[in-house]
Structures are given as structure tokens and as C-alpha cells.
């Protein structure tokens, strides 16, 4: 018997067509997702004139088909025939033929270019017979069976599965035979007796023989390439630039056309501007007698390609004009791929081109000077994210780099410092003047100041958004979290890697863009704003229109976000404020109290330091919005756990040690982050949210604070409790002359607040998403276990991104549109917002911009990305 | 500057019309959610000509408003005008009167009966001058007095909450002084002084003079029994009865009728049948002269109903005729109270009998067999819940109980036993035949042997769906878990409460059912299904849609749960098994291999065993489906956390015991309920599953089963997860030649795997919901740690029923809503049922059939409850 019900074929999308293949006239630059960016771009050229081989494009669909369903789609091969048969009418060769035999080119290409992680075959066509006909042709046997022995190699390596060393080797062997140094002092008889020595390899490793028929090469070879989609750094690159929902790859199949064909053949890569300057100049090199291989190999040494004008004046002069007609009609820095056979000039490829985050910024600004581009053009060519690159130290490209362990790219820049394994060394340290890092297995609150007091941070667990990664991203400063590498012996205050043993005091760097752990201090360099950045800035800011704020809970935070153009706070959490030095032992006493009134005491204290802390933060962001939350965390956050602590606290206490002890594990809890927090605290403690009202009120009136506190109570996840807390904060606030603006409303971070958003807009003046607590409980998550099963999840494709980093649209974004649409049917002017830590990643903001939120609030240094990010959500719309 | 938005006004409900207050000529019994209970049943009485004082009752809806909007709705006070001047024309009467004074009684009753937990006020409408009227009309100065200073009493209490015993004192002293004993031997004269007494003590204690306005005295006296509706004991019965979502109290005021004119008037209480028994016989009892507060107060010994026939033939007669129409009427067993007034009879309310389980089944059978009701309205009366107490032993009611603490009562029934603290403890003197306790400060899965062994189990700490709590109920054993009242030093042996010291080896009795611990043992009584019993489920068959199925683990409660009229099984968590003494150290030596060779081996042994346990399953399961979730708990739960096991496994492992704790401590976890578990355990480690998934279809091979085998992956929140695992499933089944039907597929916990369940239904069979996580994680509880709040939300009244006891409809409910919609729009035929705790709550039960499950599945002790609920859900759709 087999299984009752099957799984459901693989939905398809709306395609209009059953065209399955398209010719590079029947096509252009619109259909990239249906072509990839290859095969777009080459219809796009073909229509504009720009010389380009003939060819055709098989579609992304047919390689998803191919395999998600492991066969081609109907009408397949018939339509390939069709095509074969025009590219044969339109070159006058034909596939196989012993006179004029058509040889191709085979590509890969996505939607999303992913340069060299997919393959390729050149060449395509020959066998004994057509090299023959090749050589005779060219009257150049040496270069006919040089493009058919590179044809087996490329061939049996990529289609065949045979170890492309096994090939090299032989190659190796001949040139040492002949005692030459270069391929190109072989000879057509060298080649050929290599061509025999390669297919006996190959049939001894395949079991099959060499394909002679150039119409099985061909199927084969896009199969192969089909399959390249998922190899294993095809995968690793996507995920790595968070790529996800493509199609798979299409299939490019083209004319070869051969820059090794001698002297006057040649072939080259350019950009139309410096990538990474942005100058306008022309940039790129080239090679005489080569094929595209023989630039990147580095055997030879690539000339500028400025010197092209020298060696082949109208080639030259064609190419200028070119690249110029491609910017222009592209209005972005290309990337070319030219070759030139037997002088006549054929473009390969065009695409936009990568560039540095500088370079970007730039090329924008320029381009608008030269009427290039409009503004909102140029703002939607910088890829936001990567403004990051500008905002932080970084390690200078030229240093070497011995990397002794890898973990997350937790919060990026890069420090250098002596390791530490505890929070009061780091700030001993650092008060004498020491540079250092802070290494913990995971860090807790009780880290704050030594993560203050440190370079950077580096912690053995916990994921994108552990509290190491979002305290340091808050503070802009570089950590490396969740690297497994380590083993972190505090006690010993040593940190193991393998064999290896670092000591406390020990210098080490780390990268927090790549999550690199070096040894030794690397040369650093800083970042600079230049005015091309603050003009892009500007131009953003004249376009979004969502509210920019920041996520900052003290007044250094505040002014270097206001410095990065934050609009307001969209997050300050007051529990960070309990930790200072000052405080811990009456927070603790607060906590440890047997009843209200023994807590009175020492609320009564605190009362008087937070509404310090709160004077301090509103004169910086006076006129401006501020959301507070009040108390979030569980109690035990805030207790000692070191014995030295817990004795000193026992001793100011007046109790014994044991005494303690039973206290704080009482407290303890099995699964904190679902615990005894956010709100529960204020319903089960409601003096300590009355504390921090009072300390609110106070000291905006004491400075005459004309903003808008946004009063913000966590964890709602029932209309009730708001209700009830909503009624203990009024009644507090009715006990002051009021003279400054105030809203209540609530974090909306339980997947069930999402659902009964309806309920609970009846006592929220505003909403703000906790994404980071809303994307854990959505997924039944925890950030601080991630590790133990994220990477297994990445490699083995069941997760494409870390959820963390970015929201999960279909879930957790599911959620947030209910509770859009519930909350503002109940209320249809509720202000929304998110300062959850995706609020700082563009993706994330485009998707806020489309629910229709009011802010996104991210840490200060994500300002300016989320001020691009937003203006790019707008202009897309 | 005030808050720039306020909050929403709490929208009414729609009501008909403006109507606040109903005549008892204007309504009937299906105005219950309006009129209350009380109301609608004395508009019921009246329409049916049932002799009943005239009166009317003043909606829920003014309640709602006074209470929540702190105001009467609009034209109250006129309406009241009318029903007044509309009761003094029908009686003839007046309120205040000089001459014929109208006297009313002024009660609660809400829409679900509250016995006791509201207030009434008597006689109101007498003062100074109407008593003196009453006196005369009467004849009866004595009854008029006495009559007054009743209403003083009780008006001073309920309304202007003048301590009781002030007054009471007063009535002692004048007793003392007159040298009598009882009220009755007071004189007129007596009864006005201590009024005039009564009333100094009033305005000494209130400030204010007694009110002597008629009206006035009416006014106050329905504001204060509205209020009633929120005094702490009608919280807490509501909390305690899942009484939850009624808008408050109605109000009635009724002409008064006085049982206590003389020995030709009386009051008394009766039920149609027998209350505990269910026999047909009339049941309750009277007191001649008296007024309903005497009847209960237990001074006077009240007689049996059937002597009234000897007192007052006609009246006894009268009252006869009246309850057998009441029970035809009502197709219900009565409860009803009647009073006497001068020979003339009057009824005051009569209400469907509350009864026990026994009584309820053997009622609704008889009448059955009566033809008063058919076998569908007999199975409507039975109350699902109540059957528990037929299913477990419970202590002889006449047993005194001595509280020493109280929990939560987690698993019903009741046990006595020596106390121990470990499991290794509870199993050797179980081995030596001794009844034993086993005390924890909470369960983990290591204790399943010690509760196995244990009579009882007793926790300090989780709730009602802690570990202990949901094993005990799935082994039908008694449990009172968060008993925040004891202190337990596992290490000493000690039970500390309070002062109070208990050692190891003393005696205590739990009781499950309320949650109380006793010192020694009490007397037990067994429980025995009857054939009405029997009789009851087969109708219950009858009618249901829904199956049941039921949670089990194992052939013994495999083998108790069809006893009980399981269908199949819907959850067999496979961890249970392995705790088991045989193979725990396989297990842990499985999980602490460094790599997947050295997992091999134990994994080998392992897929042994389990193929046992399979086998046995299978065997009783004959026939049947069966859910097999495939291993779920985080792996750090199966590792040894004492110290002597953890040397034991140390040297079992040729490795030093620090190497253990290190390796133990890397598996350690923030919050396990969101960590490395489930199907992220099978995604990581394969060979795990692929190890049970053979066990499971070796053992139905070789047992030639013949049932359906559902193979479950747990807490799948994504698509690919279950992509994933499915194909690592089915690859093992290729192997095998299967014999059996199976099917594929996953449970429902966490909230993505519902937002994304069209998603994921591509990839399943079937669905299970397990609501204990979905609770959980939809809310952001754990269940583990919700103790440490939930009170305080019970109390302030947050939350109104703990979510964990039963769906919560709002929130949980509806992610289960759209994931039917969405999982039944990918696949319409996709089976669905629910395997969590609440699959064996009556109103859960419901609220399934409702969405369309296919079945319901509960521990094998709450099968007759989710059969019987399953009937009634099918009958009131």
C-alpha cells in the first residue's frame, strides 16, 4: 500500500505564454526574471544595436521544472529545434556541419547576477570532425584545436563530473615535455595528442565516452547548467546575499565569436566608471589572442584598457562609443564584457556594475550634475545596505589576514584589544587607558558597562540579534557573535580554539562585517562622511515618507543619532538605565523585596536617579517624539549570579548568604523570555511602573520638555492588560500638572496582540512592532538557541535567510498586516510603528513603507541606511 | 495638554430595543442573558400561570453600564417610574404608604446561576411609619418588627457595608438580656428597640441616618447589588466556574410574600428529583413561620418536604401539581423555592437542579425512559466536566479534611502515601509495596518512572499543563502541582510549610480534584461506572460527529483509553519511552556522540527496543489510526543533572566527568521550549528519526497491523522543514516492503505553521493541533513559569480563566481558524484533529467540532467527557 495522499504539485506562476525559449530579438531588459540578467541584457543590446552575437535564452522556468519537477515542460524541445534552426539560418552555420560548423557558447545567469558561482561552456559544437572544418576555415590549426581541447576541459569538468586536476595535470606534463611555459607555445599537434590523452580520462573516470554529437553536448550542457543553480556555492552565495524567492537559472546559448583567433583578436572587461571610486573615467583591461578565461586566470598579465586605443584604434573608438551608448541607455555604470575577432568588435554581456558603497554615492550625485539622472533615479541605484561599508572603522583591504575563528557579523567595524573575559576587567582596563575586548560566552545585561568600556565584543553563543549583537549594534560598536569556533573558559580566563589557548590580555581583532577573529592588532582605517553622502541624504529625506527614529536609551546615543539625521526615539528602554553602577544594588533590593512596602524604599531612590536619567535624554531631544518603555525584562536579569556579588549584596541586605540564594532561585525561570516580564511585571508590581511614570513626568516638566512622550507599555498580548495598565499610568499622570504632549499605546511583539490588535487599539494611543520578539515567538525561536540548529538549517536549504535579520514576509509579516488593518479599524488614525532591529534593514523598511507604518526605529548608526531604504520604499511604490 | 487620543467607549452589544426593565408579564425564559437566570425564569412562571408574586427585572445592560460606564443608560430612571407605578397598581399597593405599603424584595441573578455570591436586600420599602402600618394590617406587630429590623440588618450590610456583626451583637445582648434563645421569643417591643439601636450604630458606623424614603432606600439597594456583581467572591466563583463574558447582574424586584405571618405561612427550598442521587422523588424541606433566610441559617432544624402534607394538605398539593409542571415544562429536574403566605402559596424561583455526575446521568436516562425528553435534550443536560468525578477515587465525603496546603488541582482523583523526594526513592519502596507521594519542586521527564510508582504527585511549582500535570492526567493519577504554599529541600528529605516540617515517609493524602493536601490518610471511595453510564455513551456515539482519540504512550494506557471508548490514537509521543530504566543510558550515549558514526551503534540498540514498544502498541491498537510523533523534548532533557548519575554515565563512557559536565552544559538552553526541539532535532540529526520511523514500520510489519499509521513531525513552522523531513521519511520507507497504510504529517504548535498552512499542507497528510504550545507561544506564556503571574491576573481580573485549561477562542482560536481555512484550501480532504491538553475540554471539544476537526485526542481518563462533549457539540450546531 502506499501513502493515502501525495504532496501537492509545485504551484507555477502567471506566465502569459507558453514561450519557453526566446530569441535576443524577440525580448528585452524588462523580462530579466523570465531571461536572467544575461539573457535580458543581451535582447536589450540586440535591440539597441550594439553588436552582439546572435543567440537565444531558455527561460528560468524551464530550469525550475527542470528541477523541482525533474522534466522539461511541454513543447520543450520542439521549441529549442525552432531556435537552433533560426540561430543556424541567422549565423549561416549550422550544428555538426563538416564546412561551416556553428559552435556556441552555453551560459548560466539568474535574475540576480551571481558572478562565477554558476557555470559556463565554451566552444560548444566541436568534435573530430568540426575542428577540422574550424582549422581549414581560419587557416589556424593551433587555434581550432586549442578552443576544442578547452572545450573537453570545460566540458568534462562541468558537465561530466570529472576532476578538473586529473585534465590540468596532463596539460602540465605536455608543456614540461615540450619545455615550454605557456599554453600558447603549444602547438596544433601537442593539442590534439592531449585531446585523445583527456578522453581516455574521461572514459575511465565517466564509464561513458566523450559526447561526439554536438546536439547531445548541447542537451547535456544545459543540463548541467540547469543543476549548477544548486550547487553547494551557488547556495552558500545566495545566502549569503540574502537572495531568496528566484526561479533558478536561465540558459544562455550564443554564437561563440573567439579573441583568440591571433593578434587582431582579442577580448576584455570594463566598467564605464571606476567601481570603486566612482571617478568617471573608463576602467577595466583586456587581453590580444585570448579568450575570456585567460583575463581572470592571471597567466598572463591584462593590459588597461586605455592602451586598446594604441593596439586597434577603431575597435577602440567603437567600444567608447559603446560603453557611452550603454550608460546612457542603461542611465548606470555598466560592466562589459567585449571580444574582438579579427578586429570586429562583439559585446558578451552588459549589467550594471558592482560598486563600492563610496562609489555608489558617488556615481549618483554625479550623474545628477550630468542630467544623467533625476534624483529619485539616482537614490534607487545605492544599495542602502551597503552604506553600512562608510559607517564604521574598518581594517585596511591591503593587511593580511590570519583568521583563527569565524562566527556571525554581528555588529559591524572592526576593534582590536586585549582580551578580557569579565565586564569589571573591561572597564579596570579601560580606564587605565588599555584597549580591550570583551569576550563572554554570551553576554547579559549585567555586561553593559564592560561592553561600553570595550573595543569590541566577542561571544561564543547566541545569533544576529542575541543580546551581545543588538546592544552592540546599538552602540555601534563591532561584535562577533555565536562563534562556535571558541571554547570561553572564564574561571581560567582563558579562550581555546582547537589546540590553540589565547590568554586574558592577549591581542586580538575582530571583524564585525565578516565575523573574523584575527590575532595580533590589524591597521584600521575610519570612516568619512563626504558631502556627495550628506547630498544623497538629503535628496532621501525630500522623498520618504516614513518617520525616521532611533532605538537609544541614553543622551550620547541620542545626539549621534540625531547626528545621522533620526527624526525621534522610537525605542528607549529604561532597563538598560538600571544597570549603571550607581543603581544596580537598589534595583536589586527593589526586586528582592518581601512586600510593596519594603520595595518602597528603594523605589523611592530610583525615582530620583531615573527621573535624572530621563532629564538628561529630553534636553537632547527636545521638540522631537520619544517612546519609553517601561520595565521589560524578568527580575532575575538584574541579580547577581557571581558568588563575590552575591555576598556583597547578602551583606548590604543584612541577610545571609543562603538567604539570598533561595531568593534568587526562586525568581529563576525555565523559559525567561516567555516569562514573568513586559507588562506581567507591571500587573503583578505596579509600583515599579508607577516609579518610572512619575520619573517620566517629572522630569519632562522640570525641563519643559515640548516633544511627545509616548508612554509604552511591552508585551500586550490581551486587550485587559493594557486596560488595566493604561488606568495605573493615567492615574499617576492625574496627580501632575501635565504641560507636555503624552500618548499610551503598547509594544505589539505576542503573536496573539497581532490577532486581537482590534481589541487592544481600544486603549493604545500608538502601536510599535517588536520584531525581534514577534519574529521568536511567530517561529517558536529563541535568539539565544538559533545557534545550535541555524547553521544546519542554512546549509541544508531549509531555511534560505536568518529570520531574524530580516522580516519574515509571509509569516511574522502576515501577522503585522492583521494587526494593521485590525488596529486601525478600530482606530484609523493609530500611529504604528516598528523598533524592532529589522527596523534597519531595507527590506524590512520597504515592507513597513507598504503596510502603511508611520516610523521605523533602528539603532543610530542604521539611521542614514534606513533614511535611503525609506526614500527607495517610496519612490518604488 | 491632555492625551491626544483617548480610549474607544466599550461598544454595546445590539439589543432589540431601548427597553431597560421587563415586567414579569413582558418576558420569558429565553431573556436569560437580559433578565438573568432569576428573572427570566419568574417572567416564565408567570406566562405559564405558575402563582408568583408580581414583579419586574432591571437588565444586565444597566449593570453593564453602571458598572463599566459608572452611569445609568438613558431613560432608566423613567422606566423605573413606570414599572414601579405599574407593580403598585397590580398589588393595590404603595411603596411607603401610610395605609397599605408596598414591600419588595430586591435580587441579583445573572444570566448562569451564582448561588449565594450576590446580594439581596428583603422587605424593603418599611420604615418608621409603614411597620406601622404593616402592624395594623396584619394584626401582627411581632411580624411587622421583626420583618423591619430584618430589612435594617440586612440593608446596613449590603448597602451601607455596616459590619454584620455590629448588629448581630446588639440581637445577642438583648437575647442575653431577655434570657431567651431564640429570635422568635423576641416581642414587637424588643424587635423596636434594637431598631432604634440598629440605626445609631448605622449612623455612627456610615455618618449618615438610616434612609428612611422608601424609594431611596429602592435606589441605593439596586446600585448595591449591582456592585455585588464585582465583590471578590463573585470574581473568584466566576474564576472558578469558567464563568466568563456575561455583562453583569440583572436586578428583580418582586412584591414581597412573607413565609413568616404566622404558623399558616412558611417557606422552604425543594428539587423535582434527588440532587445527589438522581432518584424520582421530591426532595428539600420547609420551616412553617419562617422567612427563606431561616430556612437556611440553621438555627430552626428544617422539616422534611413530604411532612408539608400533614401541615397544609392543599398547599402541599398545590405545591405538587406546580413541580411537575415546572420539570414538564422545563424538560429539566427543578429547584425551586416556594413560600406560604397565610395558607396561600407562591413560588419564587425555580432553576434548573444542579446535580452530581451520577445524579445528572441517571436523571437524564429516566426521563428518557419517561418520555419527557429525548435522548438527544437528555444527553444536553449532562454537564461533560462532571464526569470526572465518576472516573477517579475520590476521599468519602464524610471524611473531616484538614488543609495543611493547596495547589492547583492539576490531575483528579485522590491518593495517600508516604512522601518522597526522587524517583529512584518512589520506585524501590513501590517495589516494596508501599503506597508513596512523590514531591517535587517540579517534573521533568526523568521522574516518569517515580510517578508510575507514585499514588500521587504533589509539585511546587508550574500549572495546570506543567509536566507533572499533563503526565498525571495522561496516567490518570492525582496530582496538585504549583503548590506555592511548600518549600521542598529535596537534599535534606524535607517538606517545609510554613513552620510545619514534614519528613520523608510521612503520611499525606492529595486531592486532584481541589487541588488540597492533608496530613495522613483519609478514606478512600472507588469510583463504578454504571449501566446508566454506559447507556449515556452509547447515545453519545450515537450523535457525534467528531472522533475521540486519545493520547497514550503505551499498551497499558492504550488498553484503559478503548476501555473508555477511544477510537484511536492521536498523540504517542515516543520520549516517554525513552526514560525507560533499560535504555536511558543508550539514549544519552546516542546523544553525546561526537558525530554521527559514533551515534550509529546506540542508535542501533535502540531502534531494538523501540521496535518493542512499537510492537506493543500495535498489538492493542489493532485495527485503529494511529498518531506517532516522532521525537520531540530537547535533547539536554534526557541527559543526568545529579551528580551520581552523572559519574555513573561518566565511567559507562570511559570519559571524565568534567568532559560530561562540559558536554552536558554545551547542550544546556535559554529557553528549551523555543530551542533545539522538534523537528529541528530531526533536521539536524536525521539518523534519529530515521532510526524511529524504521522502528515503527518494522514493528507494524511484523505484527501484520493492520490499522493506519500516521507518522508526525513536530513544531514545524515552515514549509521546508516538513519538505525536508518528509523526503528523509519516505527514503526510509522505500526501503521497506510496507505492509500497512500510512500517512505523513505534522503538528500545528507553532503560531507560523498556522499563518502559513496552506504552505505547509502541500507537504502533509494531516494536521494535529497541539495547543499546549500554540497556547504558549500565540500568548508568549510558558507554562512552566506562568505561575509566577497568573495569579495576580485571576485576582485584578486580566484574565478571566487560566488559557492553558481551555482554547482560547480569540486569540489561539483563531490562528486554528485560519489554518483549517488555509490547510483545507491547499488539500479539502486534509485531515485534522487536535492532540493538545484542551482536546479533552468540553467547551474546547465544541469549539473543534465547530472549525471542522476530524477528531479530538485526550488522555485516556477525559474520553468519556470529550465523547459526551463531541454529542452535545454536535447537537447544539
Redesign the interface.
Known amino acids: 500500500?502506499?501513502?493515502?495522499?501525495s504532496?501537492?504539485k509545485?504551484s507555477r506562476p502567471d506566465i502569459s505564454s507558453d514561450k519557453l525559449i526566446y530569441a535576443f530579438d524577440e525580448a528585452d531588459k524588462s523580462m530579466k526574471d523570465l531571461l536572467g540578467g544575461k539573457g535580458a541584457n543581451l535582447c536589450e543590446m540586440t535591440k539597441i544595436g550594439v553588436p552582439v552575437p546572435y543567440g537565444f535564452t531558455i527561460t528560468t522556468e524551464v530550469c525550475h521544472d527542470f528541477l523541482e519537477l525533474e522534466d522539461y515542460p511541454e513543447g520543450f524541445a520542439a521549441q529549442l529545434e525552432e531556435k537552433l534552426t533560426q540561430l543556424e539560418t541567422r549565423t549561416g552555420k549550422k550544428l555538426g556541419d563538416s564546412e561551416s560548423p556553428l559552435l556556441v557558447s552555453v551560459r548560466s545567469g539568474a535574475a540576480v547576477s551571481m558572478p562565477g558561482m554558476m557555470d559556463t561552456i565554451l566552444n560548444l559544437g566541436l568534435n573530430d570532425k568540426t575542428v577540422e572544418a574550424l582549422a581549414t576555415k581560419t587557416g589556424n590549426a593551433r587555434f581550432a584545436y586549442d578552443s576544442y581541447r578547452r572545450f573537453v576541459q570545460m566540458y568534462s569538468d562541468v558537465v561530466l563530473a570529472v576532476k578538473r586536476e586529473l585534465l590540468e595535470e596532463e596539460l602540465e606534463k605536455m608543456k614540461e615535455e615540450k619545455k615550454v611555459k605557456l599554453d600558447t607555445d603549444l602547438s596544433a599537434d601537442d593539442w590534439k595528442k592531449l585531446i585523445v590523452i583527456f578522453k581516455e580520462i574521461v572514459k575511465k573516470e565517466s564509464g561513458h565516452d566523450f559526447p561526439e554529437s554536438p546536439l547531445q553536448q548541447l542537451k547535456f550542457a544545459v543540463e548541467a547548467v540547469f543543476k549548477s543553480w544548486n550547487n553547494e556555492r551557488a547556495i552558500a552565495y545566495r545566502r549569503m546575499n540574502k537572495i531568496a524567492d528566484l526561479r533558478g537559472t536561465a540558459v544562455t546559448i550564443q554564437a561563440m565569436v573567439f579573441g583568440n583567433m591571433g593578434e587582431d583578436s582579442g577580448t576584455g572587461v570594463a566598467f564605464t566608471r571606476n567601481p570603486s571610486t566612482g571617478e568617471k573615467e573608463f576602467y577595466g583591461e583586456f587581453l590580444m589572442n585570448a579568450q575570456g578565461e585567460d583575463v581572470v586566470a592571471g597567466i598572463r598579465t591584462p593590459m588597461d584598457i586605455c592602451e586598446l586605443e594604441k593596439i586597434n584604434k577603431s575597435a577602440f573608438d567603437e567600444l567608447i562609443a559603446v560603453k557611452d551608448n550603454l550608460e546612457k541607455h542603461y542611465k548606470n555604470m555598466q560592466d562589459i564584457e567585449f571580444t574582438i575577432e579579427q578586429g570586429k568588435l562583439f559585446l558578451l554581456q552588459t549589467r550594471n556594475g558592482k560598486r563600492t558603497a563610496h562609489a555608489a554615492i558617488r556615481t549618483a550625485v554625479e550623474m545628477v550634475n550630468e542630467g544623467l539622472l533625476t534624483k529619485e533615479e539616482a537614490l534607487l541605484q545605492i544599495d542602502a545596505n551597503s552604506l553600512n561599508q562608510l559607517l564604521h572603522p574598518y581594517i585596511k583591504k591591503s593587511v593580511e589576514r590570519q583568521v583563527i575563528a569565524k562566527g556571525l557579523p554581528a555588529s559591524p567595524g572592526a576593534a582590536s584589544g586585549k582580551i578580557v573575559f569579565c565586564s569589571e576587567t573591561a572597564v579596570d582596563m579601560a580606564e587605565q587607558g588599555e584597549k580591550v575586548i570583551l569576550v563572554r560566552k554570551?553576554t547579559s545585561p549585567e555586561d553593559i558597562s564592560g561592553m561600553h568600556a570595550a573595543q569590541g565584543v566577542l561571544t561564543a553563543r547566541g545569533g544576529m540579534t542575541s543580546h551581545a549583537a543588538v546592544v552592540a549594534r546599538g552602540m555601534g560598536k563591532c561584535c562577533v557573535a555565536g562563534c562556535t569556533d571558541i571554547m570561553v573558559n572564564a574561571s581560567a580566563k582563558k579562550l581555546l580554539i582547537g589546540e590553540m589557548v589565547i590568554n586574558e590580555g592577549d591581542i586580538v581583532t575582530l571583524d564585525g562585517s565578516t565575523g573574523e577573529v584575527m590575532m595580533g592588532e590589524l591597521e584600521m582605517q575610519d570612516p568619512e562622511l563626504s558631502e556627495d553622502f550628506k547630498t544623497v541624504m538629503e535628496w532621501a529625506d525630500e522623498v520618504r515618507t516614513l518617520q525616521i527614529r532611533t532605538n537609544a536609551d541614553n543622551p550620547h546615543d541620542c545626539e549621534v543619532a540625531l547626528g545621522f539625521g533620526a527624526e525621534g526615539i522610537g525605542l528607549c528602554r529604561t532597563e538598560h538605565m538600571f544597570f549603571e553602577e550607581d543603581r544596580i544594588d537598589l534595583v536589586r533590593k527593589m526586586i528582592l523585596a518581601k512586600n510593596s512596602e519594603e520595595r518602597s524604599k528603594p523605589l523611592e531612590k530610583l525615582l530620583a536617579i531615573q527621573r535624572g536619567d530621563f532629564e538628561g535624554i529630553f534636553k537632547v531631544m527636545e521638540g522631537k517624539a520619544l517612546t519609553i518603555r517601561l520595565l521589560d525584562p524578568p527580575l532575575h536579569e538584574f541579580l547577581p549570579h557571581e558568588n563575590a556579588q552575591i555576598e556583597k549584596l547578602a551583606l548590604s541586605m543584612d541577610i545571609s548568604r543562603d538567604e539570598l540564594c533561595g531568593m534568587i532561585s526562586k525568581l529563576d525561570?525555565?523559559?525567561?523570555?516567555?516569562?514573568?516580564r513586559g507588562c506581567?511585571l507591571g500587573?503583578?508590581f505596579p509600583e515599579i511602573y508607577e516609579m518610572q511614570v512619575k520619573a517620566i513626568i517629572e522630569a519632562a516638566n522640570a525641563v519643559a520638555f515640548d516633544g511627545?512622550v509616548e508612554i509604552e507599555i511591552p508585551?500586550v498580548?490581551?486587550a485587559?492588560?493594557l486596560?488595566?495598565l493604561?488606568k495605573i499610568v493615567?492615574k499617576v499622570i492625574e496627580e501632575y500638572d501635565?504641560?507636555?504632549?503624552?500618548?499610551?499605546g503598547t509594544m505589539i511583539?505576542?503573536?496573539?496582540a497581532c490577532?486581537?490588535a482590534d481589541?487592544i487599539?481600544?486603549?493604545a494611543?500608538f502601536f510599535s512592532f517588536g520584531t525581534n520578539?514577534l519574529t521568536?515567538?511567530?517561529?517558536?525561536?529563541?535568539r539565544?538557541?538559533i545557534g545550535?540548529?541555524l547553521p544546519?538549517?542554512l546549509d541544508?536549504?531549509?531555511?534560505e535567510l536568518d529570520p531574524m535579520g530580516s522580516i519574515?514576509q509571509?509569516?511574522?509579516g502576515?501577522?503585522m498586516e492583521f494587526c494593521v488593518e485590525l488596529g486601525r479599524k478600530?482606530?484609523p488614525?493609530l500611529e504604528i510603528g516598528i523598533c524592532g532591529e529589522q527596523g534597519g534593514d531595507p527590506e524590512s523598511v520597504e515592507f513597513c513603507h507598504k503596510l502603511g507604518l508611520d516610523y521605523v526605529s533602528c539603532s543610530p548608526y542604521r539611521v542614514p541606511i534606513a533614511r535611503l531604504a525609506a526614500a527607495q520604499a517610496a519612490l518604488r511604490k
Open positions: 500500500m502506499i501513502s493515502s495522499s504532496v501537492a509545485a554570551e525561570e525555565v523559559n525567561p523570555m516567555l516569562g514573568h506581567r500587573i503583578t511627545i508585551l498580548g490581551m485587559s492588560e486596560k488595566y493604561r493615567e501635565v504641560k507636555f504632549e503624552y500618548k499610551i511583539e505576542v503573536p496573539r490577532i486581537t481589541e487599539a481600544k486603549y494611543d520578539d521568536q515567538m511567530c517561529f517558536g525561536f529563541s539565544d538557541d545550535k540548529f544546519d538549517y541544508k536549504g531549509v531555511l519574515d509571509k509569516g511574522v502576515r501577522l478600530t482606530k488614525d
